[in-house]
């Protein structure tokens, strides 16, 4: 299966900030809609942001509305989900998704761990 | 758009029949795929628009409904299909269920 590869992520205090990135060299993920989905610990899976691959459409989340900040760069083939004002209810593995032509969330990066903690 | 699964856990013994059901908080016209998760992995896309399987998956998984009733069916369960199941809309954005984990009874 074609893989996806995630990047950045960790360990935050309330109130700080984080960019995680999603880049491919197998797929070209520019001509596809990407999404970032979270998982928080023990729990159920949570759609978080998703991109047009044109930049012309992006959709947030309630939760993270004012806060997150998704975008794309086609030339580097890859997708990014900038986070601010970090919360506690924020911390899970953040995974990046790629929207096929079926509209199903087709391929997936492994998985990245946020943990907002004091 | 809501979307409840049932039930949230289901015991069952390998070559059993299990059906899993999704229902949606308004119509959805059938924009609904189901994944299987299993614990520390990504989530894999198992069906899309209720009923078209997604290629590799096998024959044994199949997905019905419309509307906002939706269901999951795995035939013959194997020992690979203990797992974590999610159906997710996306007739408006997208919204994922709460999961159904299947266990062995």
């Known amino acids: 299966e074609a893989q996806m590869v995630q990047s950045g992520g960790g360990l935050v205090q309330p109130g700080g900030s984080l960019r995680l990135s999603c880049d491919s060299s197998e797929i070209t993920l520019s001509v596809y809609w990407m999404s970032w989905v979270r998982q928080a610990p023990g729990k159920g899976l949570e759609w978080v942001a998703s991109?047009?691959?044109?930049?012309?459409?992006?959709y947030l989340v309630d939760s993270v509305k004012g806060r997150f900040t998704i975008s794309r760069d086609n030339a580097k083939n890859s997708v990014s989900l900038q986070m601010t004002r970090l919360r506690v209810e924020d911390t899970a593995v953040y995974y990046c998704?790629?929207?096929?032509?079926?509209?199903?969330?087709?391929?997936w990066g492994q998985g990245t761990l946020v943990i907002v903690s004091s | 758009i809501q979307m409840t699964q049932s039930p949230s856990t289901l015991s069952a013994s390998v070559g059993d029949r299990v059906t899993i059901t999704c229902r949606a908080s308004q119509s959805i016209s059938g924009w609904l795929a189901w994944y299987q998760q299993k614990p520390g992995k990504a989530p894999k896309l198992l069906i899309y628009q209720a009923s078209v399987l997604q290629g590799g998956v096998p024959s044994r998984f199949s997905g019905s409904g419309y509307g906002t009733e939706y269901t999951l069916t795995i035939d013959s369960l194997q020992p690979d299909d203990f797992a974590t199941y999610y159906c997710?809309?996306?007739?408006?954005?997208?919204?994922f269920g709460q999961g159904t984990k299947v266990e062995i009874k």
């Open positions: 997710q809309q996306y007739n408006v954005r997208w919204t």
């Open positions: 991109i047009k691959y044109d930049e012309s459409e992006k």
């Open positions: 998704a790629k929207i096929g032509r079926s509209e199903g969330f087709e391929n």
